[in-house]
């Protein structure tokens, strides 16, 4: 699957427009659409690769009425001590981290370790994503993912 530099994408009513940038992978473009559209319905002022003032910037965020975020969203590679930093920077701030494949038992246990010791009021959750690129869009651009086609995995559950 190829895809154009810059794509408007529609789920569930809504369009936004996806651009793609030339180090970046199809994959990660693909998640980001992915995790726009399971989370668009709970959250409409999902916005994606937003201005972000902060040392980390998210692939997707929703904020809250004060500002601050109550959804931050990354898809793909994520180091460790970015997991870290937001989680405890955001404490309040439900995290979501997009793994492509559905194997996300690794993925779930390095984002355990990072998170040890972070003392949190929101959840951190990561997904497994679909390897199938058919599988996200159609020809009109719609996205197509939806709940069942993803694995996810709480890592943490304050509640």
């Known amino acids: 699957m190829t895809i154009a530099r810059k794509l408007t ?7 936004s427009v996806f ?16 995790l726009w559209a399971l989370h668009l319905e709970e959250h409409p002022n999902l916005v994606v690769e ?6 980390f910037r998210p692939d997707l965020v929703a904020l809250g009425a004060d500002g601050r975020p109550v959804l931050w969203c990354e ?7 970015k997991i870290t930093s ?15 494949g559905l194997g996300v038992t690794p993925h779930v246990a ?22 199938d690129e058919g599988r996200y869009l159609d020809e009109a651009g719609n996205v197509l993912l939806g709940e069942a086609d993803v694995v ?6 304050p509640a």
């Open 152 to 157: 996810r995995e709480t890592v943490l559950d």
């Open 110 to 131: 390095v984002t355990a370790r990072a998170l040890k010791g972070v003392r949190r009021r929101a959840g951190v959750e990561v997904v497994g994503m679909p390897k």
């Open 19 to 34: 651009f793609k940038r030339p180090n970046e992978s199809l994959r990660h473009v693909l998640m980001k659409a992915g």
């Open 86 to 100: 937001v989680a405890r920077r955001y404490p309040d701030t439900r995290l979501v981290i997009a793994k492509w």
């Open 75 to 81: 898809a793909g590679q994520l180091h460790p001590r």
């Open 9 to 15: 994408l529609r789920a569930h009513g809504r369009r």
């Open 50 to 55: 937003p201005h972000f003032d902060d040392r």
